[in-house]
Nanobody
Framework: EVPLVESGGGLVQAGGSLRLSCAASGFTFDDYVIGWFRQAPGKEREGVSCISSSDGSTYYADSVKGRFTISSDNAKNTVYLQMNSLKPEDTGVYYC??????????????????WGQGTQVTVSS
């Protein structure tokens, strides 16, 4: 059983929007930090955003601030990433991850316990 499943990726034109979902199965998000990461072709995976399920605090990479919004629905055990004003450089495979870590350490990928299989986002110019 895959613990995290991402959905919502696709092909969109620059300036468009997509909403990604990350659903957990087999565990609840209580006391977890849920992070979104992305990997562009030929590049290392990088942190995009995270949300703490315990206090709702959020963090964003500078490259997406003001354009992306992370939110959670604890009743549905799902985290969302609303992506607006998309740019071609946002293209990549987007992964969600869950871990019992301090939110300020959200960009350290080794701190996460569960990972999804990823969803492709392609932004055309």
């Amino acid at each position: 059983e895959v613990p995290l499943v991402e959905s919502g990726g696709g092909l969109v034109q620059a300036g468009g929007s997509l909403r990604l979902s990350c659903a957990a199965s087999g565990f609840t998000f209580d006391d977890y930090v849920i992070g979104w990461f992305r990997q562009a072709p030929g590049k290392e995976r990088e942190g995009v955003s995270c949300i703490s399920s315990s206090d709702g605090s959020t963090y964003y990479a500078d490259s997406v601030k003001g354009r992306f919004t992370i939110s959670s629905d604890n009743a549905k055990n799902t985290v969302y990433l609303q992506m607006n004003s998309l740019k071609p450089e946002d293209t990549g495979v987007y992964y969600c991850a869950a871990g019992a870590l301090l939110p300020r350490l959200w960009q350290f990928q080794s701190e996460y316990d569960y990972w999804g299989q990823g969803t492709q986002v392609t932004v055309s110019s």
